[in-house]
């Protein structure tokens, strides 16, 4: 069996936390990895950003990277990508001619790929199944503009992509009840396939060696927030509630340390900070946080494992979230997590025993909760233990063994 992948603006070999790129790009590699791994051979589609990725790119033994021009090959924000997605589709229909490659299914990433597949599946004559990631309603509830612009177009290509696709993945089943209830989805047509994560990189360590090297003293008690920095991940929600903690506990001042992981810059940007990160350092010094906030940057999979278990709790605040592999991540090293109740951070989560949920956008309720973590030491070894216990139903073994149990549901033939 062979799969066409589509993933037009994120790349499964991009470096993860930049600008856009962060979950999906990780699942895609993740998942392309375990299919190939059955046999099951997957070419993934993508459109060339950076100079020195080569034209193929191999992810594993039969799954491999297609890299696309269409426009500049550079960073493009998302509408400049809608606006050339007739010259993505050509090119990857050209590629496909030109070495007389076969496919049996188009597997579609987010909503811009959506409008590639639905341009391919009948020429090719296959099915099509989609995952969307982040729903454009969802967002649009939760975000007071539209920052990207896309609102409206993005919308209507997921309406369309849910009605015209033979299925439709969601990573919970919260995201599968936002498909039914704000997308007329129907429910045959769902499968709810959660995320995975990698235990022979999260795992637990000892909290003193992950400290020490970071430079870390053993004293300070550590917050970590890990994600894009973006207004959607709740980052400032999270600096005002450490404001209130400094301000409920001022001896506390001294030893608390908020580290933010991520915002890394695409390469080729030529910027010198994502415009969300300057708002953020402003929000820093409003809020007399200097000396207890450090930006750390990007990080890759394996160092990224030490700060999760570097930290005494991960704050995960987003305003909404499909999934969550950062909580998973975090929970999987052991390490208890504050997050929201939103999307499916609620599944991944039980609140009280393998973290705690707090309603989303409420920097008092998180400053509450992070801080009895931070106080009780023995509520945040009763969550890790939680935790570490509640990680352990995930894994990318189990989404590749769903997502091609699908492929051959969709191979059958249809009974008449
Ligand atoms: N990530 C990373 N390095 C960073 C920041 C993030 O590897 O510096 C990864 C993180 O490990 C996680 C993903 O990016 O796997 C973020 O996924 P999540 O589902 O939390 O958020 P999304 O980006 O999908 O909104």
């Not at 300057?278 to 409003?286: A, I, T």
């Not at 499916?344 to 400053?367: F, H, R, W, Y």
């Amino acid at each position: 069996m062979r799969v066409a992948m589509l993933s037009v603006h994120a790349c499964p070999m991009a470096k993860l936390g930049g600008r856009d790129s962060g979950g999906m790009n990780l699942y895609i590699r993740e998942l392309a990895r375990d299919l190939a791994r059955r046999g099951i051979e997957v070419d993934v589609f993508t459109r060339q950003r950076e100079h020195d990725h080569p034209k193929i790119q191999e992810i594993a033994p039969g799954a491999r990277v297609i890299h696309i021009e269409s426009g500049p090959v550079s960073y493009l924000p998302k509408m400049d990508v809608y606006d050339r997605l007739d010259e993505f589709t050509a090119g990857v229909d050209a590629y496909v001619k030109e070495h007389d490659l076969r496919y049996d299914v188009i597997h579609a990433h987010y909503w811009l790929s959506a409008e590639v597949a639905r341009a391919l599946a009948p020429t090719w004559g296959v099915p099509r199944i989609q995952m969307f990631h982040t729903l454009g309603l969802v967002k649009r509830e939760v975000m007071d503009e539209d920052v990207d612009g896309e609102s409206d177009v993005r919308v209507a290509i997921e309406r369309r992509a849910v009605q015209e696709s033979a299925a439709v993945i969601a990573a919970s089943e919260i995201e599968a009840g936002e498909l039914e209830e704000l997308y007329a989805a129907e429910p045959a047509k769902l499968r709810i396939i959660p995320c995975g994560v990698d235990p022979e990189i999260f795992h637990p360590v000892r909290q003193a060696d992950a400290r020490r090297a970071l430079g870390r003293d053993e004293c300070e008690r550590l917050v970590l927030f890990v994600g894009r920095i973006e207004q959607i991940k709740g980052i400032d929600v999270l600096l005002r509630a450490i404001g209130i903690i400094f301000r409920a506990y001022p001896e506390l001042r001294d030893e608390i340390c908020l580290l933010v992981v991520g915002g890394a810059l695409d390469a080729e940007d030529g910027e010198a900070e994502t415009d969300k990160i300057v708002e953020l350092r402003r929000l820093v010094h409003e809020h007399r946080l200097e000396d207890a906030v450090d930006f750390v940057g990007s990080q890759d999979q394996p160092r990224l494992a030490v700060f999760y278990n570097a930290a005494d709790l991960c704050a995960v605040p987003s305003l909404t979230e499909s999934f969550g592999l950062v909580a998973l991540e975090s929970m999987a090293c052991g390490t208890p997590v504050v997050g929201t109740r939103v999307g499916g951070l609620q599944t991944v989560i039980e609140n009280d025993v393998s973290g705690l949920l707090v309603p989303a956008g409420d920097d008092a309720a998180l400053a509450e909760a992070m801080a009895r973590v931070l106080l009780d030491h023995a509520l945040r070894l009763r969550l890790a233990a939680g935790a570490r216990e509640r990680a352990k139903a995930y894994s990318w073994h189990r989404v590749g063994e769903a997502v091609a149990a699908l492929y051959a549901d969709l191979m059958q033939p249809v009974e008449v």
